[in-house]
């Protein structure tokens, strides 16, 4: 874990609408959309597989609180994120504090009209050489 001073998320004072006793809820500011969530842990980490099982257990549950309570009301589902990319600074948009995103989403909502219909033209079929490369890796 690399030494942060600055964790805005670390003590993130009156932002938080939600806690469990390892995990907890705050707007995110900037936001994607409206009712752009993140659930993190309350203690500093990084890499997501630093999570202890209780951290990992009350992050999913303030996850699927928030996905019931959104679902109908802000969107018609919802995406669940999570980035890992140490190769990037931290910087108004990337803090280094774990954080899983909640986003409520619809067909042709914002985000899709922006970056998603886009998205198309970067799928590539998978073709048996990869896939025997990448599935060698998890045996």
Same mark, same amino acid.
Not at 63 to 88: A, H, S, T
């Given at each position: 874990m690399s030494e942060i001073t600055d964790c805005p998320f670390c003590e993130p004072q009156d932002r938080v609408l939600k806690e469990t006793t390892s995990a907890q809820v705050l707007l995110s500011d900037p936001r994607k959309v409206p009712g752009h969530f993140l659930v993190m842990p309350k203690r500093h980490v990084e890499k997501p597989w630093d999570l202890t099982e209780q951290e990992i257990q009350d992050i999913f549950e303030l $996850?699927?609180? *928030? +996905? !019931? !309570? $959104? *679902?109908?009301? @802000?969107?018609?589902?919802? =995406? *669940?994120?999570? /980035?890992? !990319?140490?190769? /990037? !600074?931290q910087d108004a948009l990337k803090v280094n504090h774990l954080t899983f995103h909640v986003v409520p989403r619809s067909k042709?909502?914002? *985000?899709?009209?922006?970056?998603?219909?886009?998205?198309?033209? @970067?799928?590539?079929?998978? =073709?048996?050489? +990869?896939?025997?490369?990448?599935v060698k890796l998890l045996k």
């Open positions: $996850i699927f609180f *928030i +996905e !019931r !309570r $959104i *679902i109908g009301k @802000l969107g018609d589902g919802c =995406d *669940i994120r999570q /980035n890992y !990319r140490p190769f /990037n !600074r042709d909502d914002y *985000i899709h009209l922006v970056s998603e219909r886009f998205e198309k033209d @970067l799928f590539a079929e998978l =073709d048996d050489v +990869e896939r025997a490369a990448v």
